[in-house]
């Protein structure tokens, strides 16, 4: 039976492991550490989850959730160009150094070896797609379903290339996508 306070020490261990992995990286986080941070006894990691991984998991993909899901729920439906600019102030306004930049950094380093997080992060990435090529098409964006894909793409190496090069920013880039936001040239009537 789930309890409020059940609910409280599950809550607890993933805010605890998204801060962990942030501050340590993903493979530094043991079931004690966890424990130890969330204030409570190891064994109630286990008892909440089925193992350690699923919880990293867990957390690691709810946490990259929020920061899709605030983004997407504020973005402008009038114009594609206007909501760029959104989308690319928001990821400006995580620094390299801002814990769901790590999050996303040390979650993609840590798909490459767990088939169940590269498919929850795949599902994720899909989402993202699906509700950028709905925009897109709101828009009148020619092929919006692979300007979707080259948008998310784009936005994710962005918030992982800024970890290696801070200096990057969305001003740079910024000109090149607006270009691919452009709508397509209205044909001539005879």
Known sequence: MSTPKSHQVRHDL??????LIAERGWTAVSTRTLAHRAGVGPGLVHYHFPSLRALLNEAALTGMAQVI???LTDLPRTDPRQGLDHLLGKL???????PATVLFTEAYLAATRDADLRRGITDLL????THLTAWLDDGHIADPENTAHV??????????????????????VAPVLRRL???PPQEEQP
Not at 14 to 19: K, Q, T, Y
Not at 126 to 129: G, H, V
Not at 151 to 168: F, I, V
């Open 14 to 19: 993933l805010e605890a492991a998204r801060a």
């Open 69 to 71: 899901d605030q983004t």
């Open 92 to 98: 400006h306004s995580y620094p390299p150094d801002d």
């Open 126 to 129: 899909q989402r993202l797609r």
């Open 151 to 172: 948008l998310a793409a784009t936005a994710d190496g962005l918030m992982l290339h800024r970890s290696l090069d801070p200096h990057l920013n969305a001003d740079q």
């Open 181 to 183: 936001l452009n709508p």
